[in-house]
């Protein structure tokens, strides 16, 4: 079946921009995580959603980030005014409602995203 | 607070020798512990998984892991590298909480 689809796949913007990007996680995965992949680097937790839960944002690195869901489905990351330091890939990943924290992550491709 | 170590940035091996990418983990409680690899301009994809169990894991693409609680590590093994296995490697560790910690990745080049 489908597999976690994110866009765009590449975007580039300046500085002082806001930019939005979008997460569709595999259907009827209840759990949607967004990460980010600076070069180089290793994952840095941002946000998680888990159904109709209150998301954990304690890995947004700033008030600039912003991040909703729709019910169990489409999510998109906002970052305001966006800064050359916030250059990286954003990966989007889900997990099936069954098997709690035994599950592993399924991952999108990722969004590459440059603030000139 | 848990972490994860990949003290190695790069791995070379000959193609058909056997592989080994190490990760050290330090977490408070049960560790769950996973291996994931990412291909050039793709997400990261699953290979393995520890929860409970056998201490060995077989996973995707003939990878297997050890983990070991008294070394507190979960080393990346293959028995025989192809070329088409050279990519980057990341480790991670979740505890009773849902977020997964990476390491800083582990890059793997196979030579022919």
């Known amino acids: 079946g489908a597999g976690v689809s994110q866009s765009p796949s590449n975007k580039v913007t300046e500085k002082g921009k806001d930019v939005e990007l979008r997460c569709d996680p595999i259907s009827g995965h209840t759990a949607l995580y967004w990460y980010r992949q600076r070069l180089g680097q290793g994952l840095e937790f941002l946000i998680y959603f888990q159904g109709n839960s209150a998301p954990d944002k304690s890995g947004l690195p700033s008030d600039r980030f912003s991040a909703e869901r729709t019910g169990e489905s489409v999510s998109t990351l906002t970052i305001q005014r966006t800064q050359q330091e916030d250059s990286a890939v954003y990966l989007c990943a889900s997990t099936p409602p069954s098997g709690g924290s035994y599950n592993e992550q399924f991952f999108g491709p990722g969004t590459r995203l440059t603030v000139l | 607070a848990q972490s994860v170590a990949q003290p190695e940035d790069q791995v070379n091996v000959a193609e058909g020798n056997p592989l080994t990418v190490k990760c050290t983990y330090s977490?408070?409680?049960?560790?769950?512990l996973f291996w994931y690899v990412q291909y050039p301009n793709r997400g990261l994809q699953f290979l393995l998984k520890y929860i409970t169990g056998d201490n060995l894991v077989k996973g995707s693409y003939g990878f297997e892991a050890e983990f070991n609680k008294s070394q507190t590590s979960f080393h990346l093994k293959k028995p025989s590298a192809l070329v088409s296995d050279s990519a980057l490697y990341f480790c991670?560790?979740?505890?009773?909480?849902?977020?997964?910690?990476f390491g800083s990745g582990t890059r793997l080049l196979v030579r022919p």
């Open positions: 977490v408070s409680g049960n560790p769950y």
């Open positions: 991670a560790v979740r505890d009773s909480s849902y977020k997964l910690i």
